[in-house]
């Protein structure tokens, strides 16, 4: 067990919403809040190469913290700054940034039978060593944080990663990924079986840094079919959830919270919410009522889910979706971590998203001011959630 001496959490907000417990008000916090959208991050960040960025703790550290400053008072975690990519780096392969295009793989996985897949499956990894300065950068920022707000650490799913690796950066159409999971279906399990006891390890190994939730991105699962996605996506997903809690007894450390992240796979909302994940990240395919009523079904804590988009359209635009969020989750009284329905874009100007924030806290204390002076009935029918997702996927059940 390890032992950092971290200081007292002041807001624990977010930790008691994600055990499920009724609070005062919904936590926010939003993905890539840590980003090129603020103009400190490219002062920071200089000239450096992105990776290069990540590969410093002292960097890093300071990336995490910079929106914690900004919105002093308005967000209630923060995550550390890295990138999912990390995984099939430690693994042997190479990544670089390229500006204006993203990630890039200068030697992506071609078939089963290119030397490489071999030695892909077959090297021994050592996360605990390799993704060290990850973890130096996690410890650094839980003494940096001073308790203001808990800290997430991450890592990207099976079958995200799976794509990376064999098309070679992002794709439209992710021929080579089709490829690989319908022509070598086997082969491709193998691998996705391996970067899940990766991950598996890695998470542990920021837990023990000093990480206090855990989320896990699978950014391109809506690119599965229904099957496909209990093929080639779920039962790793489920392996991480089912194997995280006990590596962490086994280290001596308390079991945190995780949270999965299946973009685009709105349809496979109702078997996440039967795993052992704590909670469940929507994208704005979600309707907030039908997704919250299904989730508190199962016990199973909401987070998201405004479209990132709506960072652009103006105040009017932004009150208008954060209202939605606010009625659909219950006035964030229980099980609802305010966030975006994926990672927030480019361009967007820092004071819309302080808006988006303030719009948050402000609507739901009058969600909760309403609440206290009526008896009415929130309207959170689970039955009729679930026969309206039932509906939504007759009409995808044989993608």
Known sequence: MATHDFPPLKN??????ARNESVERPPCWVMRQAGRYLPEYHQEKGTKDFFECCRSPEIASALTLQPIDRFEGLIDAAIIFSDILVIPQAMGMEVIMVDGKGPVFPDPLKTPEDAQYGEVV????????????????????????????????????????????????????????????????????????????????????????????????DSWAGELSPASFREFALPYLEWIAD???????????????????????????????????????LDWLHEP????????????????????????????AITKVVQNMVDGFGGGKKGWIANLGHGITPFVKPDDLKFYFEEIHRLSAEAHQAKATSAKPNGHDASAAEKAMHERNILHSDW
């Not at 624990?12 to 919403?17: G, V």
């Open 289 to 316: 009522k039908e997704a919250y009523a299904i989730a508190q079904k199962y016990g199973k804590v909401v987070q998201g889910n405004a479209d990132p988009g709506v960072l652009y359209g103006g105040n009017a």
């Open 122 to 217: 077959e090297r021994h990894v050592d996360v605990k060593e390799s993704l060290d300065y990850v973890y130096k950068a996690i410890t650094m920022t839980r003494h940096k944080l001073d308790g203001r707000v808990p800290l997430y650490g991450f890592c990207g799913a099976p079958f995200t990663l799976l794509c990376y690796m064999v098309e070679g950066g992002g794709s439209k159409i992710f021929k080579q990924t089709k490829t690989w999971i319908y022509k070598y279906g086997d082969e491709s399990k193998v691998l996705l079986q391996k970067i899940a006891e990766l991950c598996v390890e890695y998470l542990a190994m920021q837990v023990v840094a000093g990480a206090q939730i855990v989320q896990i991105f």
């Open 12 to 17: 624990d907000l977010l930790l008691r919403t």
């Open 243 to 281: 194997h995280l809690p006990d590596r962490l007894r086994e280290l001596g450390e308390e079991v945190v919270p995780m949270v999965v992240f299946a973009k685009g796979a709105w349809y496979a909302l109702e078997e996440l919410c039967q795993t052992k994940y704590d909670i469940i990240g």
